[in-house]
Nanobody, 126 residues
Framework: QVQLMESGGGSVQAGGSLRLSCAASRDVYCVGWFRQAPGKEREGIATLYTGAGTTDYAYADSVKGRFILSRQGDARMFYLQMNSLRPEDTAVYYC????????????????????WGQGTQVTVSS
């Protein structure tokens, strides 16, 4: 069974940047980043799918143009570069994955993923 470990969270002032990392215990091909703020539902913000030699990416409107999802080259390390951070980006951020193809696209629903990391806190102050 795949295990995921996030790292890279922390506190930053508005306008700053952070990079989150997600390490998978084995190759995964459908990866998503989610976040959950206090009192709110978990929101899918970025996803990638690697298949047939290409990688597709998709982003939620709330982060499009500010966040960049990438993979390291193999299928076990993934990064979420977060730029121009805003106080409303404050949340616990989760990496999620499935070992094979995404069941839907864009895969931004919690139901798309059987495996989740433990989460990492991101706090953006104004």
């Amino acid at each position: 069974q795949v295990q995921l470990m996030e790292s890279g969270g922390g506190s930053v002032q508005a306008g700053g940047s952070l990079r989150l990392s997600c390490a998978a215990s084995r190759d995964v091909y459908c990866v998503g980043w989610f976040r959950q703020a206090p009192g709110k539902e978990r929101e899918g913000i970025a996803t990638l799918y690697t298949g047939a030699g290409t990688t597709d990416y998709a982003y939620a409107d709330s982060v499009k143009g500010r966040f960049i999802l990438s993979r390291q080259g193999d299928a076990r390390m993934f990064y979420l570069q977060m730029n121009s951070l805003r106080p409303e980006d404050t949340a616990v951020y989760y990496c999620a994955a499935r070992a094979r193809a995404c069941l839907s696209w864009p895969a931004l629903s919690t139901q798309d993923y059987p495996t989740w990391g433990q989460g990492t806190q991101v706090t953006v102050s104004s």
